[in-house]
């Protein structure tokens, strides 16, 4: 926490703000609290912007690429049931807070500004009473970590209506100015020939989060025949920790699997339909660039990738289908007929302009540097 200060150094410190973002562990959390802080950055080229994280987290990799300095605290993670771990949590989250307030007060944080998950709760309990704490919440289920957080926040932030937190005020999810400034078409060729994909084939891009989604490798991987007959180039994620085998066809377009997509932009560019996971930030970025997308909702939790996704189908900018009905005999019988389909797909992409929060980021950053008194 800032110490008090007096006069010119009062308005110095308002000069240049310190904004502490917790959102580590998944890239559904790390990815908002990067636009935000980039967007914090384009407002406010003076101020300091700190991400909190875990050891374990794919913010390691994630925040220090984007220049950002990182600083790790002991997650808390929240068991689901009644487990031996739930005996140790309370010692656990003491030991987490108390080192999460010795950074708060290290980098003189002005603001904390959390967006769920391991490291959004013991950020909240140690701002609370002494930083002001600004909560997103991306999903319409607001998690566990945000429930607490947003007792004692001076503002809430929430993607969608109807996320039953107090004080939410609609701002929809941050988003990379790379993403929502994209214009597929005319990075196309280019996004092509960064993947190796056929240049004028019609452009299946697959992906599952961060960590990739064995359901939709093994189906879509399965279709790679009807796939390659039916003249689709294929672009797929399969996660960092999975291998793909996909038999090649001669004289078809490309079947390109990689771990890890550096580059989403030219991955949105190069495609005409994804098929994916629907977490909050997946949907955000698709109808974001106007990408018709065939959803797969992750099928454990509360249900609300179910929740996220169903606004864009219903919109008549994705199709959706659950995880346990996903085969690819599905693949061949729903996907590649949409793929082929030009006109339909020009439709669905049509569908998802104006659905989404393109200044997101903006918004959320005036929020939070007036929290902060910037």
Partial sequence: MSKPVKGTERSAARRAPVVVVAG??????????LAL??????????AKVVALGTERGLENKLVPARGYPLELIPPVPLPRKPTPELVRLPLKVRDSVRKTREVLERVGADVVVGFGGYVA??????????????????NKSAGLANKVGARFARRVAVAV????????????????????SLDRAALRAEAREHFG??????????????QGAQSINAAVSGAAKDLADAGVGVLHAHGPKNTLVVQEFPGKPAYVPVPYLERMDLAYAAADVAICRSGAMTVAEVTSVGLPAVFV???????????????????GAAL???????????????????????????????????MGHREA???????VLEAAGA
């Fill in 24 to 33: 580590g562990g998944t890239a559904g959390h790390i990815e908002p609290a």
């Fill in 37 to 46: 802080a980039d967007a914090v950055m384009r407002l406010r080229p003076d």
């Fill in 121 to 138: 709760l013991p950020a909240y309990l140690a701002a609370r009473g002494r930083v002001p704490i600004v909560v997103h919440e991306a």
């Fill in 161 to 180: 209506p109807g996320t039953p937190l107090p004080k939410a005020e609609v701002v929809g999810i941050p988003l990379r100015r790379s993403i929502t």
């Fill in 197 to 210: 994909l056929d240049p004028d084939a019609p452009t299946l891009l697959v992906f599952g989060g961060s």
């Fill in 297 to 315: 909702p992750l099928p454990i939790g509360n249900g609300e990738q179910a929740s996220n996704g169903r606004p864009a189908v219903d919109a």
């Fill in 320 to 354: 959706m289908v659950e995880d346990a009905d996903l085969s690819p005999a599905k693949v061949a019988e729903l996907v590649v007929p949409l793929v082929t389909d030009a006109d339909r797909v020009a439709k669905m992409s049509a569908a998802a302009v104006g």
């Fill in 361 to 367: 980021d903006e918004t959320l950053a005036r929020i």
